[in-house]
């Protein structure tokens, strides 16, 4: 579990747009829960590559940005979008960030979505027509950010029994680099939408290195919220 090593005195519950996020992933997890279909948890709401290119279902591009298959997949999400998502928030302020997020959050599921017809090029993938659901796109862009505009800040990494301190630039542009490794080599093998990572993380690069070029280091100087 990954912990911001010091605090840096931006209030969370100050961030609106990222209470609010938190608070509807949440909502919409206890909803899928409440389906009368046992272990069904929605799936009709989650993006399916072939109905996209069939021009249907378009709404799950938005609506599986909030959905998650089990409490460990939800969990896992939500903690590390908890300890990223004020500083990034707070840095491009609340707009430029909540269209930040949705951007990162779409393309990274059309990625995915043109990766099960170009990048499994070895033979006939199934990955068209198996649901994605999930925010770890969106929250993928939220890193890049985190790591484009605070690449000293220090975070802490179990290691064992003890706790590691990184910077956020090694521990994010590591994470990232495994995942374009595990998106090119373990496409069919893992379960996992790799290419959604990857590019929701490409699209918050993007959104951040124009924020940066607008603002240049103003965002550092801005009180504490």
Known sequence: MVLEAESDKI???????????????IAVFVWQMMDPVPGNMRIEYAFVPADFFAGQNLWTIFTSMFMHGDIVHILMNMWF?????DNCE??????FYLITYFVSGIFATLLHA????????????IAQFIPSLGASGAIFGLMAVYVILY???KFLIPTGSTMRKVTASYFIITYFVA???????SFELTGTAHFAHVGGFVAGAIMAGLFKAVKGSSYKKKPLE
């Open 11 to 25: 209030s969370f519950f100050k961030q609106y747009f990222s209470v609010i996020i938190l608070i509807a992933n």
């Open 114 to 125: 043109w990766s099960t017809v170009f990048i499994p090029f070895w033979g006939t993938t």
């Open 81 to 85: 979008f908890f300890v990223i998502t």
């Open 179 to 185: 995942e374009l490794t595990y998106a090119f080599f």
């Open 151 to 153: 690449p000293n800040n």
């Open 90 to 95: 707070h840095a491009m302020g609340h707009i």
